[in-house]
């Protein structure tokens, strides 16, 4: 009878301990734990703080006892593995003092990541937490009873720092988001970010961005507080409690000690069977280095859904069914109020990072679309941005920020560029229509419209920080929308002509510059262009219109 023995449960090793049962119901399958809890929904711990989850044993995704009589598996929890002896293909465990070596056929190193806690002054302080186990949670919990919390600082503006602060906002303490970048969810590029962050201040979060925290010290004014968050530009930030979350470390240190092969950033190397450089071991999960998806790059990606997915490909493998994994394209969603957050792919930064440029290796559409027909009532828009190459279509990114229908729109994206899709595929697809949950025109459908468009020559296109150096000599800049909208904010020297009338005001637009177009959303705008190309003028359309050009001055508070 073979053995196989899986180190470390949650999402990788627990799905790969179900999958090999499936496959193989004699065998051998041990899963060593070294925590209580051997699956749990870490991606829900921050609701459960909030209120949101109110039973804390909803996060048990499978208990010991679940896993033992449904699967037949050997679970050992508060079974820390110190060691891989590859030598004679055994893994030493530590349960708490009983020290032991456990044979294996086949070993799966699922070991996670932990939160990175910065070396700071102060930050080993009993009010400062982070969140990443349901034991942390009890913790965070336990003393925002006991200690009436008031003030909350969020050191982190990523994905749970951002849950972190809404849900510390929900339950009524006031919160501040301290973040080392110019901008919150570093997934998305900053003009997108800036809607998140509108969302952030207009429920009363506070956003402290481009900033670094130096110290927590204890608090020496009248407020009362339990610290307050030094930050490098000399803001002291009182609060009751501290939540960092700056990011997470992969647990790489039993295949580094075992000699298996590591990445330049720790992770271990893996190839698409999920198999690490000694054939009898592989690894799942956040401590691996992956294929990105759209550049072929090795990166990692520490998200659920890929984890479970490695750790089934994993037991496929070793059970002898071929099984490859294609890469992570980083498919992520985020709820921030009443906003979801969502994004696939990568981001105009990267594509900067690796000196690509704008017009020429990549191309950008903004639309904000209604997420269902707006005589339906509670509609609302979704902002989206999508990245692709202009001479292929190939998509290379998208973000949407909105209300319902957001996700939809990404998980239809992510479903088309894993099936090789382009732009053209985007605008040919149907998908399903009534006035309650789309328009006829899904906001999918369009962004693929706009991206043809530009491909065909239909409409040039020029971005918003193009628009900031435009030699004005060359260019005029021409507002179509109405002079209300004009007057409650504009351009600097816009030419005031609505779409509506431009015909009759041709004449203000001077043959000899490019007329450069804008309105709120860029449809408009469009149409101007087109009518202004076909009188034999040339023209530009703002990408995004105003509502892109608002949001980059959006200053957050």
């Known amino acids: 009878m073979a053995r196989y023995v899986i180190v470390g449960g949650v999402a990788g090793g627990a799905s790969a301990a179900a999958r090999l049962r499936r496959l193989n119901e004699h065998d051998e399958i041990v899963l ?37 009589a449904r699967f037949n598996i050997d679970v050992r929890i508060n079974s820390n ?14 349960n708490n003092g009983d020290i032991y070596e456990l044979e294996y056929d086949k070993l799966i190193l699922s ?6 806690k910065p070396p700071l002054k102060g930050v080993d302080s009993e009010n400062v937490f982070t969140v990443w186990t349901i034991p942390d949670t009890d913790k965070i919990s336990s003393y ?62 506070h956003l402290v961005l481009g900033k670094g925290v130096t110290e927590i010290a204890a608090c020496s004014d009248a ?15 009182p609060a009751d409690i501290v939540i960092m979350c700056v990011g997470v470390r992969p647990n790489s240190e039993l295949a580094k000690d075992a000699g298996l092969e590591v990445g330049p950033r720790g992770h271990i190397v893996v190839d698409d069977t999920l198999r690490t450089s000694d054939p009898d071991i592989y690894a799942v999960g956040d401590a691996i280095e992956v294929v990105d998806f759209v550049t072929k790059e090795k990166t990692a990606v520490p998200l659920a859904g890929p984890a479970n997915k490695q750790g089934r490909i994993a037991a496929d493998n070793i059970m002898g069914l071929e099984s490859r994994y294609a890469g992570t394209q980083g498919t992520s969603i985020a709820k921030v109020f009443d906003k979801a957050v969502a994004s696939i792919g990568i981001n105009e930064k990267r594509l900067q990072a690796a000196g690509k440029k704008l017009h020429e290796d990549y191309e950008i559409v903004y639309a904000h679309p209604m997420n269902h027909a707006s005589y339906y009532p509670g509609g609302s828009m979704i902002h989206m941005k999508v990245i692709f190459e202009p001479a292929t279509g190939k ?39 009534a006035p309650p949950f789309n328009t006829a025109k899904d906001p999918v459908n369009f962004v693929g419209y706009i991206a043809e468009n530009i491909r065909k020559g239909v409409v040039e296109p020029i971005h918003w920080r193009e628009v900031e150096t435009l030699d004005r000599d060359k260019y005029q800049i021409v507002d179509v929308r109405t002079a209300p909208e004009n007057a409650a904010g504009a351009i600097e020297g816009a030419t005031l002509a609505p779409v509506d009338n431009l015909r009759e005001m041709i004449s203000l637009i001077d043959k000899d510059r490019t007329a450069v177009l804008i309105c709120r959303s860029a449809v408009r705008s469009y149409i101007a262009a087109r009518i202004l190309t076909q009188n034999g003028y040339n023209a530009q359309n703002v990408m995004g219109g105003w509502l892109i050009y608002e949001a980059i001055n959006y200053k957050p508070v």
């Open 144 to 205: 925002l009873k006991s200690h009436k919390c008031k003030s909350a600082v969020v050191v982190g503006g990523g994905f749970i720092g951002v849950e972190m602060a809404e849900n510390l906002k929900e339950i009524g303490l006031d919160v501040t988001i301290v973040e080392m970048l110019d901008q919150a969810m570093n997934n998305l590029d900053f003009e997108m970010a800036q809607f998140v962050h509108m969302e952030l201040n207009a429920k009363g979060v």
């Open 32 to 68: 060593l734990e070294r925590g209580n809890y051997v699956s749990f929904a870490n991606c829900g711990l921050p609701y459960y703080i909030g209120g949101t989850i109110q039973s804390r044993n909803s996060l048990l995704v499978q208990t010991p006892e679940a896993l033992r």
């Open 395 to 433: 998509i290379l990114g998208a973000q949407a920020v909105g209300e319902s229908g957001t996700d939809k729109r990404i998980d239809v994206i992510a479903t088309c560029m894993r099936l090789g899709g382009t732009t053209e595929d985007l605008q040919e697809l149907e998908l399903a229509y």
């Open 81 to 94: 593995v110190t060691k891989v002896n590859r030598d004679r293909k055994t893994v030493t465990v530590d």
């Open 223 to 237: 407020s009362g507080s339990a610290c307050v968050v030094k930050v490098d530009d000399g803001q002291e930030i």
């Open 111 to 116: 070991p996670g990541s932990s939160p990175i």
